[in-house]
């Protein structure tokens, strides 16, 4: 009997990403590359930026095709309308590219924002399938930015409504996403799948890191991540304050590793507190430099705010603590707490005096850190690394595929 499988056409990707470039998101570039291992042939559409300015190249089997960045919006429904209108002229103008040199079956739209599924109803009528992978909840995180809600709010609920329902399967990234789905995108459950977001265990180890980052300090709080409004730095300036200035806890020191819109501000907030010689600002690093600078903390900080987005959001950072082996502190969140469990202690919402507490509990107790880091990688080993979502990934595009047929 001859082997049919042999005669199968390709499975053939087009993943669309509006905000950050690719291989640099981290999450896009562990499907895509999981995708390329299980054969199927990928191809990413991305903006350019942070030293990724190539138009077009191929890494590790996936074809990327870049635009150049588009203004990230700061304020007001003018500022968005120009950032989507940059970035859908660039999906359509590429993926047009993409559908002549290489073609492909599914759209696999990467939000924010929600109108990845104008691309996604035009190539339908070619017979392709939206794949919709959820990483913002972007009502939300309008809410979370601007501290309120309005037309635009209104308007991103209809989005999201329209890309539920253009979408063949979703992905979510924990259960409250898979909840949202369900809910208010109607999606029938056996077509929503959890892929959690989470580091590569083989490349994340823990190590001794580069020691000139510690500035001598006895303890060293480590923060990673974006810094923009709603990731509450203003929460964790207020937090250092109080350890160093109320407490006494001088013998310390921050670093803060990521780049974004506010981190000039924070830098100037940070001095405005006289808090200068206490932190250290990064600035963007990627592979062993990051780990070298994480390596050296000796506690992670996540001071998240707690507020509709955050609550049901997962954070990379305390999974990039965990998988560190750093016991962390963070608010106390739906999320948050489900990905930690025992490896971080969680202060009252958004009580910068609360979350200096448990530093400092963190600081008076190094064995309890110690133990506490041991049980976050454990976890992250046994239960929450990349490996375990690989199956759900892969499972969400045989349903796909099995619908198309």
Same mark, same amino acid.
């Given at each position: 009997?001859?082997?049919?499988?042999?005669?199968?056409?390709?499975?053939?990707?087009?993943?669309?990403?509006?905000?950050?470039?690719?291989?640099?998101?981290?999450?896009?570039?562990?499907?895509?590359?999981?995708?390329?291992?299980?054969?199927?042939?990928?191809?990413?559409?991305?903006?350019?930026?942070?030293?990724?300015?190539?138009?077009?190249?191929?890494?590790?089997?996936?074809?990327?095709?870049?635009?150049?960045?588009?203004?990230?919006?700061?304020?007001?429904?003018?500022?968005?309308?120009?950032?989507?209108?940059?970035? *859908?002229? +660039?999906?359509?103008? &590429?993926?047009? $590219?993409?559908? /002549?040199?290489?073609?492909?079956?599914?759209?696999? %739209?990467?939000?924010?924002?929600?109108?990845?599924?104008?691309?996604?109803?035009?190539?339908?009528?070619?017979?392709?399938?939206?794949?919709?992978?959820?990483?913002?909840?972007?009502?939300?995180?309008?809410?979370?930015?601007?501290?309120?809600?309005?037309?635009?709010?209104?308007?991103?609920?209809?989005?999201?409504?329209?890309?539920?329902?253009?979408?063949?399967?979703?992905?979510?990234?924990?259960?409250?996403?898979?909840?949202?789905?369900?809910?208010?995108?109607?999606?029938?459950?056996?077509?929503?799948?959890?892929?959690?977001?989470?580091?590569?265990?083989?490349?994340?180890?823990?190590?001794?890191?580069?020691?000139?980052?510690?500035?001598?300090?006895?303890?060293?709080?480590?923060?990673?991540?974006?810094?923009?409004?709603?990731?509450?730095?203003?929460?964790? *300036?207020? +937090?250092?304050?109080? &350890?160093?200035? $109320?407490?006494? /806890?001088?013998?310390?020191?921050?670093?803060?590793? %990521?780049?974004?819109?506010?981190?000039?501000?924070?830098?100037?907030?940070?001095?405005?507190?006289?808090?200068?010689?206490?932190?250290?600002?990064?600035?963007?690093?990627?592979?062993?430099?990051?780990?070298?600078?994480?390596?050296?903390?000796?506690?992670?900080?996540?001071?998240?705010?707690?507020?509709?987005?955050?609550?049901?959001?997962?954070?990379?950072?305390?999974?990039?603590?965990?998988?560190?082996?750093?016991?962390?502190?963070?608010?106390?969140?739906?999320?948050?707490?489900?990905?930690?469990?025992?490896?971080?202690?969680?202060?009252?919402?958004?009580?910068?005096?609360?979350?200096?507490?448990?530093?400092?509990?963190?600081?008076?107790?190094?064995?309890?850190?110690?133990?506490?880091?041991?049980?976050?990688?454990?976890?992250?080993?046994?239960?929450?690394?990349?490996?375990?979502?690989?199956?759900?990934?892969?499972?969400?595009?045989?349903?796909?595929?099995?619908?198309?047929?």
């Amino acid at each position: 009997m001859s082997d049919t499988s042999t005669f199968l056409p390709p499975r053939r990707i087009l993943m669309v990403v509006e905000n950050l470039p690719v291989p640099l998101d981290r999450r896009v570039w562990l499907e895509a590359t999981a995708l390329i291992a299980a054969g199927y042939e990928v191809s990413v559409i991305c903006p350019m930026g942070r030293g990724w300015d190539a138009a077009y190249e191929v890494i590790d089997g996936v074809h990327i095709y870049r635009h150049p960045e588009p203004p990230e919006a700061h304020a007001g429904a003018v500022a968005y309308a120009k950032e989507y209108w940059h970035a *859908i002229r +660039a999906w359509f103008r &590429l993926a047009a $590219v993409v559908w /002549k040199e290489r073609g492909f079956d599914v759209i696999h %739209g990467c939000n924010p924002p929600d109108l990845i599924f104008l691309l996604a109803w035009w190539y339908r009528r070619k017979g392709v399938s939206y794949l919709f992978d959820h990483h913002d909840v972007c009502p939300e995180l309008f809410e979370a930015k601007f501290g309120k809600r309005g037309l635009l709010y209104a308007v991103m609920r209809i989005w999201e409504r329209l890309t539920f329902r253009t979408a063949t399967v979703s992905l979510a990234t924990n259960e409250s996403f898979k909840k949202i789905a369900i809910k208010r995108g109607k999606m029938a459950p056996d077509d929503v799948f959890i892929v959690r977001s989470a580091p590569m265990v083989d490349t994340f180890v823990p190590g001794p890191g580069d020691v000139t980052y510690r500035k001598g300090a006895r303890t060293v709080l480590g923060y990673v991540g974006v810094i923009g409004q709603q990731e509450g730095m203003d929460l964790l *300036i207020a +937090a250092v304050d109080h &350890l160093i200035n $109320v407490s006494g /806890k001088t013998d310390l020191h921050v670093i803060v590793v %990521g780049f974004g819109p506010h981190l000039d501000e924070v830098i100037s907030d940070v001095k405005s507190c006289g808090l200068e010689t206490y932190f250290t600002f990064t600035g963007a690093l990627y592979g062993d430099d990051m780990l070298a600078a994480l390596n050296v903390i000796d506690i992670g900080v996540a001071p998240d705010p707690k507020n509709a987005m955050n609550d049901i959001s997962t954070m990379n950072k305390v999974m990039e603590y965990m998988t560190l082996e750093k016991p962390s502190v963070q608010f106390d969140l739906t999320e948050g707490r489900f990905s930690a469990k025992d490896a971080s202690l969680y202060a009252r919402a958004n009580d910068p005096v609360d979350f200096a507490a448990h530093i400092e509990a963190l600081i008076d107790d190094p064995e309890r850190g110690t133990a506490m880091g041991k049980a976050g990688r454990a976890r992250v080993l046994n239960e929450l690394s990349w490996a375990h979502s690989v199956p759900h990934l892969l499972a969400a595009y045989e349903r796909l595929y099995s619908k198309r047929m």
